[in-house]
């Protein structure tokens, strides 16, 4: 899940096509509903709870997990944004691992005094026809239900105000129909983990 909104989250050249910190955001968000989604943990009352504590396979789902078995008491919120402050370099590694992007350090151009940021470049730039934005945007198209992995994922795109930036079916009725499709095929813990993030980037993040 957090794979692939980072790299729905950035152009074919590498650069994020919203502010970086609502990418980081979304990507906590992300990274906890993977956990949800695999029956790891789930939420009550606003609290985030460890159901299975044996190690997920994945390196970072392993580190994210053990991270909360050792922490308990602290919210889905809290959780969203503690991710958050690593969430683009940890899943930028796990797809730079997976051969998927090259990632590109900044450096600083002399003459300007003026640093690049760091870029990720998908390492196929051919595909972006086949990538999950492509397929949500032509599902919506056709006027079909999505997957729930997708509905998941179009309903962080939304909380992240992603979707005005890669569906390029994107109008006024485009967010209510996700919307509508995320009340209607998502678990009530991952929907409560869209909430939250939608909510983390409206109070925390000032968007450009």
Do not use: C
Request: net charge neutral.
């Amino acid at each position: 899940m957090a794979d692939q909104l980072f790299l729905a989250s950035h152009d074919s050249f590498g650069e994020p096509e919203v502010h970086i910190d609502v990418v980081a955001i979304g990507l906590g968000g992300a990274l906890i509903a993977e956990l949800m989604l695999a029956g790891r943990v789930t939420s009550e009352n606003g609290l985030l709870l460890v159901l299975e504590t044996a190690a997920p396979s994945d390196v970072l789902a392993n580190a994210v997990l053990a991270r909360m078995r050792a922490e308990q008491s602290l919210s889905v919120a809290d959780w969203i944004k503690a991710l958050a402050l690593d969430a683009v370099a940890e899943v930028s590694g796990r797809l730079a691992a997976a051969g998927k992007i090259r990632v590109e350090r900044p450096r600083r151009f002399r003459t300007l005094g003026l640093t690049r940021g760091t870029k990720y470049v998908p390492i196929d730039r051919t595909s972006r026809a086949s990538t999950p934005a492509a397929r949500i945007a032509d599902t919506i198209r056709r006027g079909e239900y999505l997957q729930p992995v997708n509905a998941v994922l179009a309903g962080l795109m939304v909380a992240m105000g992603l979707h005005r930036e890669v569906l390029d079916t994107w109008d006024p009725g485009i967010e209510r129909h996700i919307r509508y499709q995320v009340a209607q095929r998502v678990p009530a813990n991952v929907q409560d983990v869209i909430d939250r993030t939608e909510a983390s980037v409206g109070t925390d993040v000032i968007t450009r």
